[in-house]
T-cell receptor, first 114, second 116 residues
Framework: EAGVAQSPRYKIIEKRQSVAFWCNPISGHATLYWYQQILGQGPKLLIQFQNNGVVDDSQLPKDRFSAERLKGVDSTLKIQPAKLEDSAVYLC????????????FGSGTRLTVV | AQTVTQSQPEMSVQEAETVTLSCTYDTSESDYYLFWYKQPPSRQMILVIRQEAYKQQNATENRFSVNFQKAAKSFSLKISDSQLGDAAMYFCAYRSGTSGTYKYIFGTGTRLKVLA
């Protein structure tokens, strides 16, 4: 099966600009996750979708971050306006349901805010 | 709140030798899962091995095995016959078995270098 697709692979923006990341999960996977991985740290969950509903967004900075999952398939994560501390790798992952065997990650988008 | 600690920022191992990566965690839950993920320079997190907390038997996957000490809240990864392709960041992760969210709590990672 095809993996989790993410784009773009790299993005450089100036602070206060906006940016969007796209994720296409594995076909049939109902659960989709966005993680933020700051350099030197482990990934941290930003938001979890079950189909097109939000299950957990407790660590999403909602004043500047937003995410949507239209029709329960693709997802977009947006940052507006970006801050220097948003520089990180943004990883998308998906799982069929309860991820007893873990979930499948994409290769992420590396964001640099200058 | 649950926490995961990896106290070794970097480890080195000679090719064909064995290396052990350490991980400790803190939780008050009895139902949970533990994972080791590998992250090569491609950035994709790849599942190495998983362990259910209710199982006493340590998980093994080919050259990879864990030492799960539930009372000590320790979950170390042993890599036998190390290969050059094992070089990567390794992350230990915890997932609650009771929470409605399936989020991982990750440690800060251990960079493994394999010397030829």
């Amino acid at each position: 099966e095809a993996g989790v697709a993410q784009s773009p692979r790299y993005k450089i923006i100036e602070k206060r600009q906006s940016v969007a990341f796209w994720c296409n999960p594995i076909s049939g996977h109902a659960t989709l996750y966005w993680y933020q991985q700051i350099l030197g740290q482990g990934p941290k969950l930003l938001i979890q979708f079950q189909n097109n509903g939000v299950v957990d967004d407790s660590q999403l900075p909602k004043d500047r971050f937003s995410a949507e999952r239209l029709k329960g398939v693709d997802s977009t994560l947006k940052i507006q306006p970006a801050k220097l501390e948003d520089s990180a790798v943004y990883l998308c992952a998906s799982s069929r349901g309860i991820p007893i065997y873990g979930y499948t990650f994409g290769s992420g988008t590396r964001l640099t805010v200058v | 709140a649950q926490t995961v600690t990896q106290s070794q920022p970097e480890m080195s191992v000679q090719e064909a030798e064995t290396v052990t990566l350490s991980c400790t965690y803190d939780t008050s839950e009895s139902d949970y899962y533990l994972f080791w993920y590998k992250q090569p320079p491609s950035r994709q997190m790849i599942l190495v091995i998983r362990q259910e907390a209710y199982k006493q038997q340590n998980a093994t996957e080919n050259r990879f095995s864990v030492n799960f000490q539930k009372a000590a809240k320790s979950f170390s990864l042993k890599i036998s016959d190390s290969q050059l392709g094992d070089a990567a960041m390794y992350f230990c992760a915890y997932r609650s078995g009771t929470s409605g969210t399936y989020k991982y709590i990750f440690g800060t990672g251990t960079r493994l270098k394999v010397l030829a």
